[in-house]
């Protein structure tokens, strides 16, 4: 059983907001981090969604309980205010190392000392922040796949650093948020799922730079040919183009052109992908 209460979330974009409104729903009290008010008033319309979409197609979700974890939910800009009760705090600020290095300085600052830090980095080392943090006995990585209520998977992987106890305690915490525990046990770029999904990616972004076919054809050979329910780039605009955006500008060569591809054509237009209605794709606005 987790020895955790009260849990922070830092950063409430489409998988921050995932990772808090599981949480809550859990019956854990939350406190959703953003570095504005006004981010957090975005950060509130996807918490609202997302108890439309539990009350739908979540089992158990029914009678008011999907409603009733935006109840357990706070918010703050004020990071200090926002890890002062923290048993436990859950990092999903942008992909980006020097992003995460400083917010963990900042953090290891006004956390209290009973605070166990996890990153849900989909491609860093812990290892690569550890030394930032203040504590690297308290920080690992816990990594949640997109559409966290149906692709359940938590990633727990630590530094050398961290202490096989807070390793187990998350594991147990995973549980208790209705997640599938995979222990890493050896520290690697991807962990689990990225490993597999990122070569992936990166062949299909690869035929697009190259001049092969354009997405929708390389999206439709794929699941035609395997019977896959998304396509390469369909999966892009689920993930957000600004996270494979600040992937792909830290890769080689074609992964860069990608990246100045992405840049140009959709991020500096605001096409992110499915959580702004436009990316390689439309979708409906709710």
Do not use: C
Not at 3 to 31: H, K, P
Not at 34 to 48: M, N, P, V, Y
Not at 208 to 229: M, N, S
């Amino acid at each position: 059983m987790t020895e955790f209460t009260s849990v922070t979330v830092l950063g409430t974009g489409v998988l921050g907001s995932q990772i808090a409104y599981q949480t809550a729903f859990s019956d854990f009290d939350v406190v959703a981090y953003d570095i504005s008010d006004e981010l957090l008033e975005g950060a509130k319309k996807r918490f609202a969604a997302l108890a439309t979409t539990y009350a739908k197609h979540v089992k158990g979700a029914g009678d008011g309980k999907a409603d009733d974890a935006l109840t357990r939910i706070r918010y703050s800009s004020d990071l200090a205010d926002a890890v002062k009760d923290a048993d436990l705090v859950i990092e999903a600020v942008p992909e980006d190392i020097a992003v995460k290095r400083e917010t963990y300085g900042r953090l290891a600052e006004v956390a209290p000392e009973k605070t166990i830090f996890a990153t849900n980095s989909s491609t860093l080392l812990p290892s690569a922040i550890a030394d930032y943090t203040g504590r690297p006995d308290k920080f690992l990585a816990m990594h949640f796949a997109n559409h966290i209520w149906l692709h359940n998977v938590a990633e727990i992987m630590g530094s050398p650093q961290t202490d096989p106890a807070v390793f187990a305690q998350l594991v147990d915490f995973a549980g208790a948020i209705g997640m599938v525990p995979i222990e890493v046990h050896k520290e690697k770029a991807g962990y689990v799922l990225n490993s597999l999904l990122v070569p992936f990616m990166t062949a299909a972004s690869d035929l697009l730079v190259d001049g092969v076919a354009d997405p929708e054809t390389i999206d439709k050979t794929w699941k035609i040919g395997t019977g896959a329910p998304a396509g390469p780039f369909e999966i892009y605009d689920v993930v957000g183009l600004t996270t494979a955006y600040n992937i792909s500008r830290n890769g080689g060569p074609k992964q860069q052109k990608f990246a100045a591809f992405l840049k140009e054509n959709f991020i500096d237009q605001g096409k992110l992908g499915v959580a702004t209605g436009e990316g390689f794709y439309t979708y409906p606005r709710s």
